[in-house]
């Protein structure tokens, strides 16, 4: 008799277990990936960028440590190309001189479903800078926009 209730609870075990993986299973969950490499000076991340409610597509970012330059571009669904690069002056931006000795890092976040934020900061400097991707009003393309600049690091004195 004892070894009957072990296996009925067995049984009862394995039946809840393969329920309740079936409905995890099941269900639809948005899949949010972003991807960030880097090569000596130079980043690239990407994240999602909304440019119309409905049409979410994947926005990518360039660093370029030469030219201080932060690239921006998102890829036409329709055509599968890139829509023309937009660009920010990081070395104005963050109030740097120009100096060879600027190490930059930067990584991407989800902060809704259908938008992703650029995190970019400056580790000699100890600037931290928030970024955004949106559609141009004015013509076709993107528009890099400033959310956030601030210090994570005390300035020497």
């Given at each position: ?8 609870w067995?049984?009862?075990g394995?039946l ?10 099941g ?8 991807g960030t490499?880097?090569?000596?000076e ?13 049409a979410l597509t994947d926005?990518?970012?360039l660093?370029?440590?030469?030219t201080?330059k932060l690239?921006g ?17 990081l ?23 259908s938008?992703?934020a650029?995190?970019v900061?400056e580790?000699v400097s100890g ?6 991707m949106g559609p ?8 890099i ?11 020497k004195?």
């Amino acid at each position: 008799m004892k070894d009957l209730g072990r296996l009925m609870w067995l049984t009862v075990g394995l039946l809840l277990g393969g329920l309740g993986v079936g409905v995890y299973v099941g269900q639809s969950r948005p899949v949010l990936a972003a991807g960030t490499d880097r090569f000596e000076e130079s980043v690239l991340c990407t994240g999602t960028v909304a440019l119309t409610p409905r049409a979410l597509t994947d926005g990518v970012w360039l660093l370029d440590h030469r030219t201080g330059k932060l690239l921006g571009t998102v890829i036409s669904r329709d055509q599968g190309k890139i829509v023309g690069w937009s660009e920010v002056d990081l070395m104005d931006e963050f109030s740097l001189p120009p100096r060879p000795a600027t190490h930059f890092l930067m990584t991407t976040g989800q902060v809704t479903q259908s938008q992703a934020a650029l995190y970019v900061a400056e580790t000699v400097s100890g600037k931290f800078g928030v970024y955004t991707m949106g559609p141009r009003t004015d013509s076709p393309g993107v528009v890099i926009r400033r959310h956030d600049l601030t210090m994570f690091r005390k300035a020497k004195n």
